[in-house]
């Protein structure tokens, strides 16, 4: 298999991890996104699958603790501006170095 097939299916598999969620717990809106970001972005390249889930438990703390009255105030707008795409990349690439695969 060539590298950008195997680079394709490895980036499905990490977003069909991103996509579970508790059941009769949905996960807000804007939590979705900011997520959903991560893995279409290719933020998550470095993280090992089976760290998924503990990296997206990490990543959503923080965006909880730090970000609730900015960044994800904004997506619970509908607003993705630059601005908000670069917090996103930058919190994602911080928890990312945590689990390397």
């Known amino acids: 298999m060539d ?7 490895d ?3 990490k977003n069909n991890q991103l996509l579970i969620q508790a059941q009769y717990s949905p996960m ?7 997520v959903l970001y991560c893995g279409t972005h290719g933020l998550l ?4 699958i089976d760290k998924v889930c503990d990296f997206q438990e990490a990543f959503l703390q923080v965006m909880r603790s730090q970000y609730a009255d900015s960044v994800l105030a904004k997506l619970r707008e509908g607003n993705l501006s630059d ?10 690439a911080d ?7």
């Open 3 to 9: 590298p950008v097939t195997a680079m394709t299916i």
């Open 11 to 13: 980036r499905g598999r």
């Open 28 to 34: 807000p809106v804007e939590e979705q996104v900011a």
């Open 45 to 48: 390249k470095d993280v090992n």
């Open 83 to 92: 601005e908000v795409c670069q917090t996103i990349e930058k919190v994602a």
């Open 95 to 101: 928890i990312a170095g945590q689990y390397k695969a």
